[in-house]
């Protein structure tokens, strides 16, 4: 694929034809034969990349960032690389910038999660900072301050450190770095945490209704708890067209799951607990009106902080995870109520193994329901018999309490062992 060989004076000659057929010849100057034989390796993979049209791997790239600039204009001039970039165009904060402008692809709370991690990658690492002077020590002092300083759950790392991996690796394909810092990172992906479930019952979902400030929001909440949308994209997407009064059911458009063949959008009863919210709103709509929800749609609008706010209002403490715990708990009520599993996970439009993993909890009601007698009495708490005023005593034999029936044992007669005794006879002795 390339020839090294050395003219009369010892000077080393690299030969070889480019993927567009040009024959190119450089002139490597004394160069020591093991060091010729270096280029000659590397030129030969960037040629197969070139042909190809593989990225170039990271040894490879990494050895064209210590070449000099004589040797890498040649190259550039043979057509297999690009041109050096100007210092400071692989700046992090001008290439996350172009990055996210790009991604046009994304929904709208995609981009602003994309948004929270340029934050924090340009807060920590400054905006000037050459990505190819990210080390994966760096990548690790990263995630440590994220966790430290500002106070992030642990998921929340996970996912803001899985970002900018991706951030990094788009770098790697426009050939402004070798490697990925992030690349060893591990555990990036999103962990189980069910430390952050909360139950949200009917007694504090009335108080947090009766607080809300107008019909629409009484609606936002109802669809939450009693429909279990996602909020805020499932809430605001919704059209009166969408009611089907006659049949008690409604359509919901998940941007979520519409990636999904078939998941676009997913048919959802009207709930007992749902109606009259959603007549209230479907009642005072203006003539004309597409959307259900139209007093909260501007992007400035925070509806989590606005939330929190109505349940302090209320006189109950904000829970966890304000709007994925009231999805939760609607999962979780549906199931306990007896419908089947594949009934509730297609109204709530996610999978079982989904709900298994993240939504359905165990509540104070099935505690309850399941220490039930089965004439509806309750077991009465009893204190061990050996214990007295919280100090064991020396342990008795005692007889337990039994409400059945006793019956009289039934006499055992001994049978008698004959001369031979209970083993067979071995011998006539």
Known sequence: MASLYSDKSGNRRLQFKTPGGKRVILYLGDLPLRQAQTVKSYIERLIIAAV?????????????????????????KAGLIVPRRV?????????????????????????????????????FFGAARPMDQITAGDCEDFRRWLAAEQKLADNTVRRRC????????DAIRRKLIAENPFADMAACSIRENRERDHFVGMAEAQAV?????????????ALSRYGGLR???????????DVDWEHSRFTVRSPKTERHVGKESRLVPIFPELRPYLNEVWDAAEPGTEHLITRYRDKGQNLRTQLERIIRKAGLKPWPKLFQNLRASRAT???????PE??????LGHTEAIAKK?????????FEKAAEMPDGAQLKTRRPAHVSDGRASPRKTQTPDFAGVCKGVLSVTTPKVGGTGLEPATSTV
């Open 52 to 76: 190809s049209g593989d990225n170039i791997d990271t040894d490879t790239a990494a050895w064209l960032t210590r070449i000099n600039d004589e040797l890498h204009g040649k190259l550039v």
């Open 87 to 123: 210092v400071g165009s692989d700046a992090l904060g001008p290439f996350l910038d172009a990055y996210i402008a790009k991604r046009v692809d994304v929904k709208g709370l995609t981009a602003i999660v994309y948004g929270h991690t340029r934050r924090c990658l340009v807060d």
């Open 162 to 169: 899985g970002i900018a991996k991706q951030f990094f690796r």
């Open 209 to 221: 209704l009766g607080a809300c400030p107008d019909a629409q929001w009484r609606l936002i909440f």
């Open 231 to 241: 909020c805020p994209s499932e809430h605001l997407g919704l059209r009166l067209a």
């Open 333 to 339: 009520e549906l199931v306990s109520a007896g419908w």
């Open 342 to 347: 594949f009934k509730v996970c297609s109204w």
């Open 358 to 366: 993240h939504y359905w909890q165990v509540t104070d009601a099935d």
